[in-house]
């Protein structure tokens, strides 16, 4: 949502906050919109689906896009924005662990 309403807070975040907002700026700012939108429609899709594995597989990919940025970040060392990508990106494959392990075996993730 940054992307698409403040264009300047998603360079702050990514540790670019001195750069004015140029036509490449908008259409970095549009990939990243377009990106995340395509992962949170597929996401819902799942969850309304129950897909676990489904579920899964789009948490990896989002876990790697995230580690794959923050390995871009750490090689053009722009050290600000590498924390948050990494972050993120372990936090998605703990996720994806997590309901992996739900996926195999239903019953734990059921109240008894």
């Known amino acids: 949502m940054i ?3 403040d264009p300047r807070t998603l360079l702050q975040a990514v540790g670019e906050g001195s750069q004015t907002v140029t036509a ?11 990106r995340n939108l395509a992962a ?9 689906m129950r897909s ?3 579920s ?4 990896v990919t989002v876990a790697l896009a995230n ?3 923050g390995i871009t970040d750490l ?5 600000p924005a590498v ?30």
């Open 67 to 69: 580690l794959f940025d």
């Open 83 to 112: 924390p948050g990508p990494i972050i993120f990106g372990i936090a998605y494959l703990a996720a994806a662990a997590w309901l992996g392990r739900l996926a195999d075996n239903p019953e734990a993730g059921s109240p008894t």
């Open 56 to 59: 899964v597989a789009l948490l």
């Open 24 to 34: 490449g700026t908008q259409i970095f700012s549009n990939y990243t919109r377009t």
């Open 3 to 5: 992307s698409l309403f």
């Open 75 to 79: 090689a053009a060392q722009r050290w």
């Open 52 to 54: 676990r594995r489904g």
């Open 40 to 48: 949170a429609v597929v996401l819902l899709t799942l969850v309304v």
